[in-house]
Nanobody, 124 residues
Framework: QVQLVESGGGLVQAGGSLRLSCTASGLTLSSYTMAWFRQAPGKEREFVSGLSWSGGRTAYADSVKGRFTISRDNAKNTVYLQMLSLKPEDTAVYYC?????????????????WGQGTQVTVSS
């Protein structure tokens, strides 16, 4: 049974940082493309960042480029999202997701498995 578990969310002041983790069981993360999405209240789920399984290509939403970094620790079967210079508009529930293709697509429907989400709140 595949399970993705996010952690690392919390309350932080604007300009602060957080590192989110997504640990998998039932699958080997290094064999799949992984991504982070987020969803704010009243808004659609949006793509934040992705990491392809082959070549380690990364992709970022324009709104987080230069501030967020996605990475993977194969030994821990965990994907991370390092978030710096956080802004109030980054407030959302953050989800990790897995897909079988080799491209981090921004469409949620392209992903097979999802975590339960972790809340990130950035105060001004």
């Amino acid at each position: 049974q595949v399970q993705l578990v996010e952690s690392g969310g919390g309350l932080v002041q604007a300009g602060g940082s957080l590192r989110l983790s997504c640990t998998a069981s039932g699958l080997t993360l290094s064999s799949y493309t992984m991504a982070w999405f987020r969803q704010a209240p009243g808004k659609e789920r949006e793509f934040v960042s992705g990491l392809s399984w082959s070549g380690g290509r990364t992709a970022y939403a324009d709104s987080v480029k230069g501030r967020f970094t996605i990475s993977r620790d194969n030994a821990k079967n965990t994907v991370y999202l390092q978030m710096l210079s956080l802004k109030p508009e980054d407030t959302a529930v953050y989800y990790c997701a897995q897909r079988g293709g080799n491209t981090a697509i921004a469409t949620p429907a392209a992903y097979n498995y999802w975590g339960q989400g972790t809340q990130v709140t950035v105060s001004s």
